[in-house]
């Protein structure tokens, strides 16, 4: 099929990227002619584990176009993939700005080109707009108002909300535990959705036709479902706190349940990411824009601020106060939101580090692939160490915001010599605290006692 993404962000491009590996057509556009260039030269804006690899591969066969040209690489599509950023605001609203322009420039090129393409000899079809970035219900409604707007050709409209996780998007995309897809007429749209995926669930997994609405109230409800259960094993980690329980514990006799499962219920600093705590809001927004409460959605993103708060607390605590951090070294493992990325955004470390840098300590910091990300933040203010070993030099304490593997298994007594203190805030679990504290450590970690 000859496919446009619109917007070469992380889903659009992952996306385009593994469509094109099937063979299928694709032309991934953005505005933004910098991004374009280096993407035609096989520089892809994004660290994601195999992404490079596949877009070079499929660009040297000809199967995957990067341009700018909108008129070109709408004209020429069966189903177009709008695969815009919508940012939320503070309140959680999600602005819609990108999403209807692009649907207008839509409008323009099917009234400019026709709003049929090109199929079997005689058979004629519409253009397929797909929303794919994760929207309120009710976009694609505007979608198709604003492409309306523009032209009376016939076009067809499809919400395929993407379940990607950062660091396993190619896998995720490429054996979906579901498709989910959207559409007015089953038969029509639908079947030609159906065609589109079938090669990627042939591992027997589900392909969920349904409509429009609950096709995009799919989307939130997962990431919310998620986002509570990590809320909700946080708060029961300061519970085990409070009353001398021990979260491991807890969670071996809980999870055991199979009605519970023992999937996403890690407690740590809580999630961060472009998607939970974008999501949980926008659901709480949603909630109020139609006078209906969602107390639970706004407790889960509460609990989720909360889990930053308590854990810096605890390093206020073991230095007796917030004014004595002035002047305190402080090593970081871990500037990305979780392992097997590049993302800093809303992540855990970059608030403790704010903290700890207003409070007048000093922060070396060490992750495998986030240094550049982490740079557009933070900026000098922090000193980037190649090694793990590096930030420990000397440092007051350690800090441990991110799970990467490669920080499971630390040669303990090395570190214990380099930092000058043998003090560990570990807020992701990582260890076992009676090992710790054999190998002589004063060690701090979540839901368990030091
Ligand atoms: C999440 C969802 O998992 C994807 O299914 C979804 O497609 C995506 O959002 C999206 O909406 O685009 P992602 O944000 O990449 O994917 O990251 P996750 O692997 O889900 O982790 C999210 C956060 O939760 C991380 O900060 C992680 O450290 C934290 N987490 C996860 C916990 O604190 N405890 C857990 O048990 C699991």
């Not at 080109?113 to 505007?142: F, L, Q, W, Y």
């Not at 198709?144 to 396993?168: D, V, W």
């Not at 992540?347 to 403790?352: H, N, S, Y």
């Not at 160490?385 to 991110?402: G, Q, S, V």
Request: glycine share 10%.
């Amino acid at each position: 099929m000859r496919i446009t993404m619109v917007g070469t962000g992380y889903v659009g491009l992952v996306t385009g990227t593994c469509f094109a590996n099937l063979g299928n057509e694709v032309t991934c556009l953005d505005v933004d002619p910098v991004k374009i260039d280096k993407l035609k030269a096989g520089i892809s804006p994004i660290y994601e584990p195999g992404l490079d690899e596949m877009i070079a591969r499929n660009v040297k066969a000809g199967r995957l176009h990067f341009t700018v040209d909108k008129a070109a690489a709408y004209a020429s599509a069966e189903i177009i993939f709008l695969c815009v950023g919508t940012p939320s605001d503070a309140r959680g609203h999600a602005d819609l700005k990108y999403v209807l322009a692009a649907s207008g420039d839509i409008g323009d090129a099917i009234e400019a080109a026709g709003g049929e393409t090109g199929g079997d000899p005689g058979e004629r079809r519409a253009k397929i707009i797909v929303v794919k970035s994760t929207v309120p219900v009710g976009t694609n409604a505007k979608v198709r108002e604003a492409i309306a707007a523009k032209t009376g050709k016939p076009f067809r409209m499809a919400s395929n909300p993407e379940f990607l996780k950062e660091g396993a998007a190619i896998t995720d995309f490429m054996k979906p535990d579901r498709v989910v897809v959207g559409v007015d007429d089953e038969h029509g749209t639908g079947g030609r959705m159906r065609d589109l995926y079938e090669p990627f669930v042939r591992n027997g997994h589900p392909i969920y036709v349904m409509d429009i609405p609950s096709a995009e109230m799919v989307k939130y409800a997962a990431n919310a479902m998620l986002a509570t259960k990590i809320s909700f094993i946080n708060e029961i980690a300061a519970l085990c706190e409070a009353y001398g329980s021990n979260v491991d514990e807890v969670w071996r006799g809980m999870t055991s349940d199979a009605r519970i499962g023992n999937k996403f219920l890690y407690p740590g600093l809580g999630y961060g990411g472009s998607c939970f705590p974008k999501d949980t809001l926008a659901c709480v927004s949603m909630g109020s824009e139609s006078a209906t409460p969602t107390p639970l959605l706004q407790a889960v993103h509460d609990v989720n601020q909360r889990q930053r708060e308590d854990f810096f607390a605890k390093i206020v605590k073991h230095f007796g106060g917030e004014s004595n951090l002035r002047g305190k070294a402080f090593g970081v493992w871990g500037l990305a939101f979780k392992p097997g990325t590049d993302d800093v955004r809303e992540a855990p470390a970059v608030t403790l580090i704010e903290k700890l840098l207003a409070a007048g300590a000093t922060v070396k910091a060490h992750d495998p692939v986030a240094h550049e990300t982490a740079r557009e933040l933070l900026g000098d203010r922090i000193t980037y160490c190649d090694r793990p070993m590096d930030t420990a030099r000397d440092a007051d304490a350690l800090l441990i915001c991110t799970d990467w593997p490669e920080f499971k298994q630390p040669p303990l007594e090395r570190l214990r010599e380099t930092l000058a203190a043998p003090v560990i805030f570990d807020g992701r679990n990582l260890y076992k605290p009676a090992v710790m504290e054999e190998a002589g450590f004063t060690y701090v970690s979540v839901g368990r006692r030091a």
